[in-house]
């Protein structure tokens, strides 16, 4: 564990399980890093997206974390989703300055960290007058892994296919250094995040076995249906993956259209409430044993999906008002965390306000 690691932390495998605990059952994922760069002004139409800003504008990652820690977030996403050492080289760069941005992306966050506990330090109350949440409480800082989709840069994130030359043995070639340099660098957790295919979810759990990874990791998938991930498969079995994989303390969605949500939560939730009652018993008992047949996790699910809009990957675009306004995104949140979903945030096109509101929601935190 890094320098800066949250104070929940006793142990890789309870990092979760302690955190949640402490958070009184649930917490909040930040929202949308790149939006909210393009928001300040960032122009992330370049083949490295919000990594760009690494190099340009690390001051605005900066404020982007802190902005989303004073909206209630309790764990913020480095801005490495799209920074690769094979991105950089691609720009010039050598490997050793591409090994040094993924280590600024963690540093950044943990930088935002510390600034925030100073101003919660010297605040008198938890919600300041302008609304701004400054209650001292352990936050965790993951760091992000895109997919080989993302590298691309031509929206294949979202589509999952990387045709036949792509193997698990390159997606783990692909991705060993970055994790390898990420870690080092002190993250309390690794976000392996908008998980496209089976193959890179594969490729992922065998890393983190083959690299005897030290800190925990969350898998989260993304969907365009509902029912799979967006390559079509499906998404039971990646959730089956990241469910074997011990370093993996939570698995969900992200970067998925809100109206998706609750039925994906219960693919892959599986319950262990069985209510033994009576003369119903023998009854629920199978219906409860029929159910998690289909259903695959018991790990904290996570969920942070986008707005609902569109994403035109050729002009590198979202196409605007096809979501969904922050109030009809918030007005799922109950719902998310009845289906049992203990932490939640947002992704691409949701913004510190969409957090606030979803930190207002769930601020009579009760456990799943
Ligand atoms: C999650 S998508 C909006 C990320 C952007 C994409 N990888 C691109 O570079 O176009
Ligand atoms: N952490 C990334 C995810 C993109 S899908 C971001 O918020 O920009
Ligand atoms: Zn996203």
Not at 81 to 103: D, V
Not at 306 to 322: H, L, M, P
């Amino acid at each position: 564990m890094g320098q800066h690691s949250a104070e929940t932390a006793s142990s890789s495998s309870s990092l979760m399980t302690d955190f949640l605990r402490q958070a009184g059952g649930a917490a909040v994922i930040d929202g949308g890093l790149a939006t909210e760069l393009e928001s300040h002004g960032a122009d992330l139409n370049d083949p490295l997206w919000s990594a760009k800003c690494l190099l340009s504008s690390p001051h605005l990652i900066h404020r982007v974390h802190l902005d989303y820690l004073e909206a209630g977030a309790d764990i913020i996403i480095t801005a490495s989703y799209q920074a690769t050492i094979q991105g950089f080289e691609a720009k010039g760069f050598s490997k050793e300055e591409g090994e040094t941005m993924l280590k600024k992306s963690v540093e950044i966050a943990c930088e935002a960290r510390d600034t925030y506990y100073e101003r919660c330090s010297e605040s008198s109350c938890d919600v300041a007058g302008d609304g701004k949440i400054l209650k001292h409480r352990p936050v965790l800082v993951a760091a992000s892994v895109g997919s080989y989709g993302a590298y691309l840069a031509d929206g294949s994130e979202y589509s999952g296919n990387y045709g036949d030359a792509i193997t698990l043995e390159t997606l783990k070639d692909f991705h060993r250094r970055r994790v390898q340099v990420l870690v080092e660098s002190g993250p309390d957790l690794i976000a392996f995040e908008t998980v496209p295919n089976k193959l890179e979810a594969q490729a992922y759990a065998e890393l983190l076995e083959e690299e005897d990874i030290r800190i925990p990791a969350w898998f989260s998938f993304n969907s365009k249906d509902g029912n799979n991930v967006v390559s079509g498969d499906s998404l039971v079995e990646c959730a089956s993956i990241a469910e074997s994989c011990k370093k993996v303390v939570a698995v969900g969605i992200n970067c998925t259209p809100p109206r998706f949500i609750h039925g994906l939560i219960s693919a892959i939730k599986k319950e262990y409430n069985i209510h033994c009652n009576h003369g119903e018993h023998d009854m629920l008992l199978v219906s409860a044993r029929h159910a998690n047949d289909l259903a695959v996790t018991t790990k904290p699910i996570l969920i942070y999906p986008n707005s609902g809009e569109f994403y035109d990957a050729t002009i590198k675009e979202w196409v605007q008002n096809t979501g969904v306004s922050d109030e009809d995104f918030v007005s799922y949140v109950n719902n998310w965390r009845k289906a049992g979903a203990s932490l939640v945030g947002g992704c691409c096109r949701t913004t510190p306000n969409t957090i606030r509101a979803i930190y207002r929601t769930m601020s009579n935190r009760s456990p799943v």
